[in-house]
């Protein structure tokens, strides 16, 4: 590596894009062909700066709101600290889901007051380790679990804010639905027994040991039809009607409407701001209609996924009918939801030789190129996106995969004995700083309980 090699700038307009959406390259070609011989591939980068516009913008987007709000990072969708790190100068909060969250977010130095967490579990002994550890919002999602906090509220001597994930059983058009009916998360408004909103907000606001704070629900994730987010309120407004004619004095701080608001990979989508025209003025109505509350956005995918891009090495190629088969260092142990969700991340070739024989344009048109990754797998197959720039697709040029900041770090896993990928930041002072090691074969020898004879 080094001088031999000669980096082509890919200039916006070599992109055959159709729309205004612009990868975001915050890392030039000369520092990405640093980073991969420091580094090895594949390889993730993170742009800080990216993280901080981000929150601002979703934040942003709801300024026509007039209560108060605030922005929930969902830790889940990238723990990575150095990111946890970075929202905690925005001055955000997390949205988490389990004890291992609690301690990632511990060690970051993070508040758990300024937490919210919502289980799935609700066990016991769970609810008694985050009242201990500082956690005053919780979200409930069953009878059972919060019987469970009120015992752990006893235990601990805290009388913890408490929120009732509903599942408004709306239809969700979207790529990931979180909520319909009969759906695992939350519960209904009124399913006929007590497992239901209506039930719940009735044994917490008569118990000693908790505090009513709100509603919380969580739709889908990737959601670009905004009417279920409308419906959910206005099914919202005649439900907290009915409350409030058998509890008069029944009143909301917190309104919690999840996450869902979506990114670029292969359509173009609303902005926040746009996504927020469509239901601030329900929201609005349910603030004069019931009294001021707190309105928490919820997001992973849109507060992470565009500051991050996958550098993967083209190291094997194959021709044949017609069709190129292009073999990248990568796979779905590093970008999993290619897999999983088919989902088209932006690609584009980082040409660093465009002198070499191996270089000559390819005539294929890119429906006739397939890229895949390295695992022993039908399914290790990358989609591309309408964006994707494949010319030059080849041997020991790179390949960017952008807008992978979410979902993807927290998938790596060990399959075909593979190794989790460093991870470099761009920092807000322009640093290019290795913010996690990789691991190594060793590592994971021992992990596996190698030693253990
Ligand atoms: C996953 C999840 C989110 C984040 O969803 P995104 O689509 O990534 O914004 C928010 N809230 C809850 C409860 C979740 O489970």
């Known amino acids: 590596m080094g001088e031999n090699f000669q980096i082509q700038l890919i200039e916006e307009k070599n992109l055959k894009t159709t729309n205004?959406?612009?990868?975001?390259?915050?890392?030039?070609?000369?520092?990405?062909?640093?980073?991969?011989?420091?580094?090895?591939?594949?390889?993730?980068?993170?742009?800080?700066?990216?993280?901080?516009?981000?929150?601002?913008?979703?934040?942003?987007?709801?300024?026509?709101y007039k209560g108060p709000k605030r922005i929930?990072?969902?830790?889940?969708?990238?723990?990575?600290?150095?990111?946890?790190?970075?929202?905690?100068?925005?001055?955000?909060?997390?949205?988490?889901?389990?004890?291992?969250?609690?301690?990632?977010?511990?060690?970051?130095?993070?508040?758990?007051?300024?937490?919210?967490?919502?289980?799935?579990?609700?066990?016991?002994?769970?609810?008694?380790?985050?009242?201990?550890n500082g956690i005053t919002r919780v979200v409930v999602s069953s009878f059972n679990g919060v019987t469970n906090l009120v015992k752990a509220a006893i235990k601990t001597n805290v009388k913890p804010q408490t929120l009732i994930r509903i599942n408004p059983e709306v239809s969700v058009k979207a790529e990931i639905r979180a909520s319909y009916k009969n759906g695992k998360f939350g519960v209904p408004f009124n399913g006929g027994t007590i497992d239901s909103a209506f039930k719940i907000v009735k044994y917490i606001v008569n118990n000693e040991f908790l505090n009513f704070d709100g509603f919380h629900f969580h739709l889908g994730s990737q959601i670009t039809n905004f009417s279920c987010y409308s419906n959910t309120f206005s099914k919202l407004d005649g439900?907290?009607?009915?409350?409030?004619?058998?509890?008069p004095s029944f009143n909301i701080n917190t309104i919690d409407i999840g996450g869902g608001t979506p990114v670029f990979y292969n359509q173009d989508v609303p902005t926040p701001k746009q996504m927020a025209e469509n239901y601030v003025n329900k929201l609005n109505h349910l603030a004069d209609d019931h009294g001021s509350f707190e309105l928490i956005i919820e997001s992973g995918r849109f507060l992470v996924a565009e500051s991050s891009i996958l550098l993967s090495r083209i190291v094997n190629t194959k021709e044949y009918n017609g069709h190129k088969i292009v073999i990248v260092d990568?796979?779905?142990?590093?970008?999993?939801?290619?897999?999983?969700?088919?989902?088209?991340?932006?690609?584009?070739?980082?040409?660093?030789?465009?002198?070499?024989?191996?270089?000559?344009?390819?005539?294929?048109?890119?429906?006739?190129?397939?890229?895949?990754?390295?695992?022993?797998?039908?399914?290790?197959?990358?989609?591309?996106?309408?964006?994707?720039?494949?010319?030059?697709?080849?041997?020991?040029?790179?390949?960017?995969?952008?807008?992978?900041?979410?979902?993807?770090?927290?998938?790596?896993?060990?399959?075909?004995?593979?190794t989790k990928p460093p991870i470099v930041m761009k920092t807000t002072s322009g640093d290019l700083k290795l913010i996690r090691k990789g691991t190594t074969f060793e590592n994971l020898f021992e992990e596996e309980g190698g030693y253990i004879l």
């Open 239 to 247: 439900f907290i009607s009915k409350i409030k004619k058998e509890i």
């Open 20 to 64: 205004t959406y612009i990868l975001n390259r915050f890392v030039k070609p000369s520092q990405i062909l640093d980073l991969v011989s420091q580094y090895g591939t594949p390889l993730y980068l993170i742009d800080e700066n990216t993280l901080h516009l981000k929150a601002n913008e979703l934040l942003n987007a709801y300024e026509k």
């Open 330 to 418: 990568a796979g779905y142990h590093v970008l999993l939801d290619s897999a999983l969700m088919k989902q088209e991340y932006p690609q584009e070739v980082i040409d660093i030789d465009n002198s070499d024989i191996n270089s000559v344009k390819s005539t294929l048109s890119s429906k006739n190129i397939h890229l895949a990754g390295r695992l022993c797998d039908t399914y290790d197959v990358f989609p591309q996106s309408r964006i994707s720039n494949l010319n030059n697709v080849s041997i020991g040029n790179y390949i960017s995969f952008y807008n992978v900041g979410a979902y993807s770090v927290v998938f790596n896993m060990p399959f075909h004995c593979q």
């Open 72 to 132: 929930a990072y969902s830790v889940k969708a990238n723990f990575t600290p150095s990111i946890l790190r970075s929202f905690m100068k925005d001055g955000i909060t997390f949205d988490l889901t389990s004890l291992g969250e609690l301690y990632f977010l511990k060690k970051c130095n993070i508040e758990p007051e300024n937490a919210i967490y919502t289980s799935i579990t609700e066990e016991e002994e769970e609810y008694v380790q985050i009242l201990r």
